[in-house]
């Protein structure tokens, strides 16, 4: 098959590039930098070099796929303007390529009106459902890199502060085990407009403080901020104001699991193989190399 992807080589790409290529399909994959274009070389694919906000470049790259995968990627001080705008590009661009599947990167939240900044994703899934085409709606619950936020205070002080008390169950996922489903459906895509949750485990804060301590060979602290606080640790890390209020949504609402997870109850579910220890193992080696960046997804997927 030929196959367009946009991200690339990011979280989920750099896992599904070489499957796809190892399996015989002709891949092309957009990128925004120049500077990628040998490393998607290397991995056997076709770099595609343009602005995935630029529709005329997107429907001259997709004609003749015979899927395409379809990704938000980077932050935008308008979160919801350009999501919109994202999302009439893509569905746009589809439409006048004629192609015929469709693999979306979505987010758990994408439905609900109170997710915050993962109501974002409903944008594209919107414009993407008015599409004649067979599309898939991949929809991770939260990224466990965005945890690496986390390895400066545990530098500092060993403790961990968050705005959601240890209590509350969470459901995170592996960028590997979300690359095996973008895989399957790229390669099977199911006819109509479908949608699947991807979770590679289930836990609650105290879990995620016990393996940290364990993987780590101290002990964690736990300590639960505020809202107020976890607005002003946003800013002073660079989010912009304009979406600092939809973020503290978003984690108001995880406090809530049976609201925020109550939608895997009416859609399939992929459980993956990456579980809470193994990826407090990744953790302890980034804090072992002296790591301090935040290695987040993106602001809008938790």
Do not use: W
């Not at 959601?164 to 006819?191: E, F, G």
């Amino acid at each position: 098959m030929k196959i367009t992807l946009v991200g690339s080589v990011g979280n989920i790409n750099r896992f599904v590039i070489p499957r796809l290529v190892q399996a015989g399909h002709q891949v092309t994959v957009i990128t925004s930098n120049a500077e990628r274009t040998a490393q998607i070389q290397a991995l056997g694919a076709t770099p595609a070099v343009g602005n995935m906000a630029n529709q005329a470049f997107l429907t001259q790259t997709f004609a003749g796929a015979d899927v395409v995968y379809l990704m938000i990627s980077g932050t935008d001080p308008d979160l919801f303007g350009s999501a919109k705008r994202l999302g009439d590009i893509f569905a746009g661009a589809v439409k006048a390529a004629k192609v015929p599947q469709v693999v979306n990167l979505s987010s758990i939240g994408a439905q609900d009106p109170d997710s915050g900044t993962l109501y974002a994703y409903h944008f594209i899934e919107d414009a993407l459902s008015t599409l004649e085409a067979d599309v898939a709606f991949v929809r991770p619950v939260g990224f466990y890199n965005n945890l690496f936020a986390n390895l400066a205070t545990l530098h500092q002080n060993h403790t961990l502060y968050a705005n959601i008390p240890a209590a509350i169950t969470r459901k995170m996922v592996a960028p590997s085990d979300i690359a095996d489903v973008v895989y399957d459906v790229i390669t099977n895509c199911p006819a109509g407009k479908t949608i699947r949750y991807v979770v590679s485990d289930t836990f609650t804060g105290t879990d995620m403080i016990d393996a940290f301590s364990q993987a780590l060979g101290f002990d964690v602290h736990f300590v639960e901020i505020s809202d107020a606080q976890y607005a002003e640790n946003l800013r002073h890390a660079g989010i912009p104001e304009s979406i600092v209020k939809p973020f503290v949504a978003s984690t108001q609402h995880q406090r809530h699991p049976e609201l925020m997870y109550a939608d895997l109850a009416n859609q399939p579910v992929i459980n993956g193989h990456v579980k809470l220890a193994d990826f407090a193992t990744s953790f302890a080696q980034a804090f072992n190399a002296g790591d301090q960046a935040p290695k987040a997804h993106t602001v809008a997927n938790k």
